[in-house]
């Protein structure tokens, strides 16, 4: 039982991880990807807590991988359904069809406490039409948040839903993925810190494998942190691992929370643990 070592609520929370199965009787996979396409070939819930068991952390927040399981989010809701203490779920609803805020409504008794939406699937129509304003709408009432994967390019896209809907809870993945081909440019950072004046919206510091030179201990990604710090204050940043991906290429789960943990010396021991556990606990456990 990992809660003897501390509390579930002491520990800290990783914002973002992704899980998946081998078990496809039970949860298909989804759009044509098939076993071989899972990568790691497994990481379960199992392998999560394993992880996550030797490094303080005692929650996670699960996000659904639309290339596995589109808008299936019954692994993770089964998988928080029996671990209600340690993972709530950033599920995926399809705007698309017919009333997605009723879906929205029915999921969060089951733990989904956010929902991802992402430019990858509609381009520069991510943000258009009823459905999108009916989950945004939604949102402002029931608090889950809309977490955004997306590049910098719609940012300002972003920033205008962001003033149409301004008590919609929203959280930025991955620094927006600023820096993913290896350039972390001052205008893409400034257009991010912008939103900070949407006082609902957020920033995960995460990914940190896929960013700027891609290698621990990551210190290329500490001004942009400092900025994002400066703009959104540590009220509405918060850490997460983007695991199991971050396991690759010669990163770990301990270079991921060494980051903010360790090296931000501009960081208070409060400002930290806004950083680690309280701010993802005020966005996805309420």
């Not at 589109?70 to 671990?83: E, H, I, K, S, V």
């Not at 029931?142 to 920033?159: E, G, H, K, V």
Request: glycine share 6%.
């Amino acid at each position: 039982d990992m809660t003897a070592s501390y509390g579930t609520n002491d520990g800290y929370i990783d914002a973002h991880s992704h899980i998946w199965t081998r078990d496809i009787d039970r949860y298909p996979l989804s759009g044509g990807a098939v076993l071989n396409d899972l990568d790691p070939p497994s990481f379960n819930t199992d392998e999560l807590l394993t992880l996550i068991g030797g490094h303080g952390v005692s929650r996670v927040v699960l996000i659904q991988h639309h290339k596995f399981y589109g808008f299936d989010n019954r692994y993770m809701t089964d998988a928080t359904r029996l671990n209600p203490e340690r993972f709530r779920v950033v599920g995926m609803v399809n705007d698309q069809q017919p009333n997605p805020d009723t879906t929205m409504r029915s999921l969060l008794d089951q733990g989904v406490t956010g929902f991802r939406i992402t430019s990858w699937i509609r381009g520069r129509k991510w943000l258009h039409g009823p459905g999108m304003e009916a989950i945004w709408r939604c949102a402002a009432e029931t608090r889950q948040a809309i977490c955004c994967l997306m590049d910098p390019p719609f940012l300002p896209s972003l920033d205008a839903m962001c003033r149409k809907h301004p008590d919609t809870p929203v959280v930025i993945d991955h620094f927006s993925r600023i820096g993913v081909d290896g350039a972390i440019r001052s205008r893409d950072v400034k257009q991010l810190c912008r939103l900070s004046r949407h006082r609902n919206t957020h920033v995960k510091l995460s990914a940190y494998y896929a960013l700027g030179k891609k290698q621990p201990p990551y210190l290329d990604l500490l001004p942009m942190i400092r900025q994002l710090l400066d703009a959104f204050g540590p009220e509405r940043l918060m850490w997460a691992s983007d695991s199991p991906y971050q396991l690759q290429d010669g990163n770990s789960y301990a270079d991921s929370l060494s980051l903010v943990r360790d090296r931000l010396d501009f960081l208070s021991d409060g400002d930290r643990d806004w950083l680690l556990r309280r701010t993802a606990n005020h966005v996805y456990w309420f």
